[in-house]
């Protein structure tokens, strides 16, 4: 599955443990206790308001519907108020939900752009930002939204080896790959991304905003071998287990790919309004020629 799978797999074997904070990484993946949280519905119903046509009502009319749909999901109490009320202004949330939900706006970047021309695909960036500012338009809340999708984006970039026809492509390298994201990271959104994943461990507590998860669980896919380890570095955190799950797997299935079975197991959690969002999203994905290029952008180093 494309694009979206990753941080819902992420959420549910998160889920489990954001009440009950664990602090290692032996742990079953899939287990009592696991279920689909708010990551889930939201990260749906972006994709369904891309689908819809990507403007901030089709976002808007998404997450109002999904969330009515599945108001026991978890939602925090700011946001539970504006899913049921007829309001369509933002909410000035800089909670970490504007980044669990952002893994399709990131499958809409054009990796083929940015190789063929050198520059980030800004229209991309652009549907990203308006999908966070919908509710979570204060600076924290974009900051930490585009962190990670600008993360998705460069690990289909440099994991999927898309390069420029006279570069050599960093996808043989998984440490090159790595680092060049962390430096877009520090330089684009100035987070510390200095402390290890150990150290981040040894005194780590539940934080549900942006600048004080987004850039831990980015660091849990920078430290990690393979996708399932990805998810496993960010439970281990302690911290708010389903999200930074959701993710570090959301930039794990860009880098990685998910496995086969991890994947079986986790759809059986979904009930069929959610999985038909991830079937539709695949025919759509597929249906693309590549994603939608855009003429406004600027240089980047790629």
């Known amino acids: 599955m494309t694009g979206i799978f990753g941080a819902i797999i992420g959420d549910i074997v998160g889920s489990k443990y954001e009440a009950n904070p664990i ?10 206790g696991c279920r ?9 119903a972006v994709a369904e308001g891309i689908m819809n046509g990507g403007s901030a009502d089709d976002f808007i009319d998404a997450m109002k519907k999904y969330g009515r749909m599945y108001p026991n999901a978890g939602y925090g109490p700011r946001f539970m108020r504006w899913l049921f009320s007829d309001s369509r202004e933002p909410i000035g949330s800089f909670g970490n939900g504007s980044a669990m939900r952002i893994s399709p706006c990131a499958w809409m970047m054009s990796c083929g752009f940015t190789a063929r021309t050198g520059f980030m695909p800004i229209g991309g960036r652009e549907l990203a930002e308006r999908s966070i500012t919908v509710t ?5 809340g974009v900051r930490g939204g585009m962190a990670v999708a600008d993360s998705i984006f460069l690990a289909r970039y440099y994991f999927g080896g898309c390069r420029g026809e006279h570069e050599r492509s960093l996808a043989d390298d998984p440490a090159a790959c790595r680092q060049r994201i962390e430096d877009h990271i520090i330089h684009e959104y100035g987070y510390n991304m200095s402390r290890s994943l150990g150290k981040i461990r040894s005194d780590y507590r539940f934080d549900a905003t942006c600048q004080g998860s987004v850039p831990e669980a980015i660091t849990c896919f920078l430290e990690s071998t393979g996708f399932e380890d990805a998810i ?13 799950a959701a993710i570090a797997a ?3 299935q860009a880098a990685y790919g998910i496995p086969d079975s991890i994947a079986e197991q986790a759809l059986s959690y979904l009930p069929m309004p959610l999985r038909d969002v991830l079937t539709r999203w695949d025919a759509f994905y597929r249906d693309l020629d590549e994603p939608p290029l855009f003429f406004e952008h600027r240089p980047y180093n790629a």
Do not use: W, Y
């Not at 979570?136 to 924290?140: A, C, Q, V």
């Open 23 to 32: 602090k290692t990484k032996h742990f079953p993946l899939f287990s009592n």
């Open 36 to 44: 689909f949280t708010d990551d889930t519905v939201m990260t749906c």
């Open 136 to 140: 979570h338009d204060d600076p924290e």
């Open 232 to 244: 496993r570095n960010a439970v281990s955190l302690g911290g708010d287990s389903d999200t930074q």
């Open 250 to 252: 959301s930039i794990a």
